[in-house]
Nanobody
Framework: QVQLVESGGGLVQAGGSLRLSCAAS????????MGWFRQAPGKEREFVAT???????NYAGSVKGRFTISRDNAKNTVYLQMNSLKPEDTAVYYC?????????????????WGQGTQVTVSS
């Protein structure tokens, strides 16, 4: 069993930056793929970024070049650095873990989820 706890959300002006963190329990974190997803009010949850066990990454087109996913296996933590934020980035951001270590953009391939952290970008 893996528990995930997100932090780092908040209110920021357009053009600003935030760094989200996701701390994972368990000794097998380094073998997991991790992902970030988001859900805006009235919309479906959508893929944002993913990182494999070997630190290969993939991004949604809407965030490519602005967001960076990374991981620190010594700290059992995955990060999402968000720069040049836009109002349309406003959403609840969720961290997810996938025991199979290859990255995936499909939320249904992730077994564990955090509770989410709110990111609000004002114009």
């Amino acid at each position: 069993q893996v528990q995930l706890v997100e932090s780092g959300g908040g209110l920021v002006q357009a053009g600003g930056s935030l760094r989200l963190s996701c701390a994972a329990s368990g000794r097998t974190f380094s073998s997991y793929a991790m992902g970030w997803f988001r859900q805006a009010p009235g919309k479906e949850r959508e893929f944002v970024a993913t990182i494999s066990w070997s630190s290969g990454t993939n991004y949604a087109g809407s965030v490519k070049g602005r967001f960076t996913i990374s991981r620190d296996n010594a700290k059992n933590t995955v990060y999402l650095q968000m720069n040049s934020l836009k109002p349309e980035d406003t959403a609840v951001y969720y961290c997810a873990a996938r025991p199979r270590g290859t990255w995936s953009v499909n939320q249904y391939e992730y077994d564990y989820w955090g509770q989410g952290t709110q990111v609000t970008v004002s114009s």
